[in-house]
Antibody, heavy 116, light 110 residues
Framework: EVSLVESGGGLVHPGGSLRLSCAAS????????VSWVRQAPGKGLEWMAN????????FYVDSVKGRFTISRDNAKNSVFLQMNSLTAEDSAVYYC?????????WGQGTLVAVSS | QSVLTQPPSVSAAPGQKVTISCSGS????????VSWYQHLPGTAPKLLIY???NRPSGIPDRFSASKSGTSATLGITGLQTGDEADYYC???????????FGGGTKVTVL
């Protein structure tokens, strides 16, 4: 059975940092581009960033450029999101996802709360 | 404001049909395949449709979709209470070099 499991969320003060992890099992993560997608309270899905299969290419939404960094360790079947300079607007459930087809995989999400 | 425009909500009685529109531009829907996702609160989003009109294994044929130009449409027939969820369209945008989701449409079964 395939699963993506996010971890690393929690409560952080404004200006603080968090590192999210996405651990895959049942699939070889190196075969997939992987994205981070978030959903803030009462809002819709918002794509954050993605990373190519070998880590050689990344893309970011403007709102996180220079603050968030996506990376991967295919040997550990994992993808990461380093989040710096966090603000209240970054509070959300963060999902990792392959956004692939016809098989598409999502984690259950990890909650990030930015508050003083 | 989302790059892809969806109606905030649609509703219909059980057994009826609803359609959800997704309007974009030449740099996204006009150039790339569209996917549709179903999202129930507290769960992971689920892929309903890929490559504009294809259903992954296990998705019932009550769900269908199409694309024309810079717009896409999702249809749900034989509406069931279990279909109450938020639905999102998504695709790549070559001008912004980002994946874009629509704002989401809440489906309510009356």
């Amino acid at each position: 059975e395939v699963s993506l499991v996010e971890s690393g969320g929690g409560l952080v003060h404004p200006g603080g940092s968090l590192r999210l992890s996405c651990a895959a099992s049942g699939i070889t993560i190196s075969s997939f581009w992987v994205s981070w997608v978030r959903q803030a309270p009462g809002k819709g899905l918002e794509w954050m960033a993605n990373i190519k299969t070998d880590g050689s290419q990344t893309f970011y939404v403007d709102s996180v450029k220079g603050r968030f960094t996506i990376s991967r360790d295919n040997a550990k079947n994992s993808v990461f999101l380093q989040m710096n300079s966090l603000t209240a607007e970054d509070s959300a459930v963060y999902y990792c996802a392959t956004l692939s087809s016809p098989a598409d995989y999502w984690g259950q999400g990890t909650l990030v709360a930015v508050s003083s | 404001q989302s790059v892809l425009t969806q109606p905030p909500s649609v509703s219909a009685a059980p057994g009826q049909k609803v359609t959800i529109s997704c309007s974009g531009s030449s740099s996204n829907i006009g150039s790339f395949y569209v996917s549709w996702y179903q999202h129930l609160p507290g769960t992971a989003p689920k892929l309903l449709i890929y490559d504009n009109a294809n259903r992954p294994s296990g998705i019932p044929d009550r769900f269908s979709a199409s694309k024309s130009g810079t717009s896409a449409t999702l249809g749900i027939t034989g509406l069931q209470t279990g279909d109450e969820a938020d639905y999102y369209c998504g695709t790549w945008d070559s001008s912004l070099t980002v994946w874009v989701f629509g704002g989401g449409t809440k489906v309510t079964v009356l």
